[in-house]
């Protein structure tokens, strides 16, 4: 399905040929990692088109507002690439954690096969024609690339490095580690699944431990902080029109929105470290936290000026 109307593909082909073939392929890698099928080109065609004209909206609305419509005009261009950059990233843990629970039904169905006597190149062919979902997809294009003259291993840990899982990748491992040390590998498949489940279980109860302290700080972040900031301006403002002039109101304006904005990309990496070990998988957060945190902010002062005006 295309992404963009025939008519803008010139667009596209322009892209094609600026942007280094590097850039192009790993971005083409990293959509085909979220599961999104869709020509690399194509979606910078989209993002850049659809920032250029929201960068337009932006600015005729800050003029309006009263706002700096630089500001609109810079949030307008970025927002586009920074929704779809973020909506990847969605897809893409998604995919992967849906491979995740997936992996040890796959792993008994290999044992089982093996247990038949059918070989571990041919049970992973036969499981990838009979089944559905990421993770045969996945297990298609590693049979492809083993065809075309892949080794069976450097196949199988491929497919580890394109999703980025640790997990995937130590099942993996271990289980070409079994198959060279040799013994029974449909015991050692059935092992490694078994682990693979616990360590997905705890993963699961992990995330449902720390969900209050997930909630906590999304609460501080887009409710508690901008809207006692927002107050905050309000009752300044609101003081400066009774005659008490304060110079130092519109600075403060702007340090408490960046002071916003600060406390969400905070919030955003703290949340990535207690869900998942790791500040960088919180950049997403930061897409949606740090939007609706500065709109809360905007809101409140607006309205409690307008309700203090009454």
Do not use: C
Not at 6 to 16: G, H, N, Q, W
């Amino acid at each position: 399905m295309a992404v963009i109307p025939s008519a803008l593909s010139p667009v596209s082909e322009t892209i094609d040929g600026i942007i280094p073939e590097s850039y192009i392929l790993g971005i083409q890698e990293t959509l085909i990692r979220s599961g999104m099928y869709v020509k690399a080109s194509d979606l910078i065609t989209l993002g850049l088109l659809t920032g250029i004209a929201l960068s337009i909206l932006g600015f005729i609305l800050s003029s309006l507002l009263g706002v700096f419509p630089l500001i609109g005009a810079i949030v307008g261009l970025i927002a586009p690439s920074a929704f779809i950059g973020a909506w990847i990233f969605f897809m893409m843990e998604r995919r992967v954690d849906a491979i995740e629970q997936s992996t040890p039904d796959f792993l008994r169905q290999v044992s089982s096969l093996l247990r038949a006597g059918v070989g571990l190149e041919t049970a992973l062919e036969d499981v990838a024609k009979h089944g559905g979902g990421p993770l045969n997809d996945e297990l298609k294009r590693a049979v492809i690339e083993i065809k075309i003259g892949s080794t069976f291993d450097e196949a199988i840990l491929s497919m580890g490095g394109r999703l980025k899982s640790k997990n995937l990748d130590r099942t993996f491992r271990m289980i070409l580690e079994g198959r060279r040390t040799g013994g029974s590998l449909s015991d050692v498949i059935e092992t490694v699944a078994e682990d693979l489940r616990a360590v997905l279980a705890l993963k699961r109860e992990r995330k449902a431990n720390v969900m209050m302290s997930v909630m906590f700080l999304i609460i501080a972040a887009i409710i508690a902080a901008p809207f006692a900031l927002g107050m905050a301006m309000t009752y300044s403002g609101f003081i400066e029109s009774l005659g008490k002039p304060n110079p130092m109101a519109s600075a403060a304006v702007t340090a408490a929105g960046g002071y916003i904005i600060i406390h969400s990309i905070i919030a955003s990496l703290l949340i990535g470290i207690i869900m998942y070990g790791s500040a960088r998988k919180g950049v997403k957060f930061a897409f949606l936290l740090v939007p609706a945190a500065y709109a809360v902010f905007y809101i409140v002062q607006k309205f409690a000026m307008a309700f203090m005006a009454l």
